[in-house]
């Protein structure tokens, strides 16, 4: 079973900047698994955020979010980061942290585990 725990969410001014965090524990090949973050605002479905290959060597984004957040990981610490700049009221949502050993399933929104979420406020 894998446990995924997403911290680093809040409320912050638009414009403003937060860093979320998912950590993963209890896999030992965490290193070997993508990595994404999706979001859902209230009323609407889970959408797709970012993504990351195993080895951090390919990221996507949604075209709603290019140029604006990043998607790292670090194999060391089990974990994967989202930093999100330039935030807009409309980046409010609940952020969820995802795992799939297929990248092309984590992107299409099936993966095998998915973290509880941490909400994320954008005051206008």
């Known amino acids: 079973q894998v446990q995924l725990v997403e911290s680093g969410g809040g409320l912050v001014q638009a414009g403003g900047s937060l860093r979320l965090s998912c950590a993963a524990s209890?896999?030992?090949?965490?290193?070997?698994?993508?990595m994404g973050w999706f979001r859902q605002a209230p009323g609407k479905e889970r959408d797709f955020v970012a993504s990351?290959?195993?080895?951090?060597?390919?990221?996507d984004y949604a075209d709603s979010v290019k140029g604006r957040f990043t998607i790292s990981r670090d194999n060391a610490k089990n974990t994967v980061y989202l930093q999100m700049n330039s935030l807009k009221p409309e980046d409010t949502a609940v952020y969820y942290c995802?795992?799939?050993?297929?990248?092309?399933?984590?992107?299409?929104?099936?993966?095998?585990?998915w973290g509880q979420g941490t909400q994320v406020t954008v005051s206008s």
């Open positions: 995802a795992t799939d050993a297929g990248y092309s399933r984590l992107i299409a929104g099936r993966p095998d585990y």
């Open positions: 209890g896999r030992r090949t965490f290193s070997r698994y993508a």
């Open positions: 990351i290959t195993w080895n951090g060597g390919s990221t």
